[in-house]
């Protein structure tokens, strides 16, 4: 007997860490998953230059807003932290342990429900733009969120924290990446102010990471190979 796929669609890819000689300093897979009832995205991030692994599960409604998360840093074979989040309509609950020690229980007020949920991987980054739409392009607009780490790599002073993203749209084009040639829109994200901004690009269609460029780092973010199914 033959049964009809509990998923409706799923796009697996992965991003290539590029240094500026152009040589890998390290990789992302990830599986971004749709059904009925919203998304579910697991990525596994390898940071090679800095001997870290980054592995994230994320649920999501069918507006892409988060349900729930799971982030674990694993440091040189040791792991350094893992926290899970619970999004409820007016706050989220953090359970977790760092450096080996269950952490305090965490209850963060939201007022509303929350609107992105920040665990640092690129196609992760990429579904905030499902949020900040295409109006008043050039405009940065505030993305309430809540992250598990304000910092570049995302492993220091680990911790749930209340942030504000600001994105802006700042339109469509073409572009070339080491997955092919893709019709893509154009957004800038903006954690902190006393940090530069990052330009994002995914594929004009949906949230499709192409690549990301940001002077904070050295490194360049590029989808280096996909696949895609649709599912009747």
Do not use: K
Not at 24 to 37: A, C, I, K, M, P
Not at 57 to 65: A, H, N
Not at 93 to 98: A, F, N, Q
Not at 116 to 129: F, R
């Amino acid at each position: 007997m033959t049964y009809p796929s509990t998923l409706t669609r799923r796009l697996t890819g992965r991003i290539a860490y590029r240094a500026p000689d152009g040589s890998e300093v390290g990789h992302e897979q990830f599986d971004l998953s749709s059904h009925e009832g919203g998304h579910i995205l697991r990525a596994l991030c390898v940071l090679d230059d800095v001997a870290l692994l980054r592995d994230v599960s994320l649920s999501m409604d069918r507006d892409w807003r988060p349900c729930d998360g799971y982030c674990r840093l694993v440091r040189e074979g040791r792991e350094d932290a893992a926290l899970w989040f619970a999004v409820e309509a007016d706050a989220v609950w953090v359970e977790g342990r760092i450096a080996g020690a269950t952490m305090p229980s965490q209850i963060i007020p939201t007022h509303r429900p929350l609107g992105y949920l920040g665990v640092h991987p690129l196609q992760g980054d990429a579904l905030i733009v499902q949020l900040r739409g295409t109006e008043q392009p050039g405009v940065f607009m505030p993305v309430e969120a809540i992250t598990n780490s304000i910092s570049p790599n995302g492993d220091e002073a680990v911790g749930a924290c209340p942030v504000c993203i600001n994105v802006a749209y700042i339109g469509t084009c073409d572009i070339n990446v080491l997955a092919g040639d893709f019709a893509a829109r154009h957004y800038q994200l903006r954690w902190r102010d006393d940090w530069p901004t990052a330009d994002l690009w995914v594929r004009q269609e949906d949230c499709l990471f192409l690549v990301m460029r940001w002077s904070q780092v050295p490194t360049t973010y590029e989808l280096a190979a996909f696949t895609e199914e649709v599912f009747p």
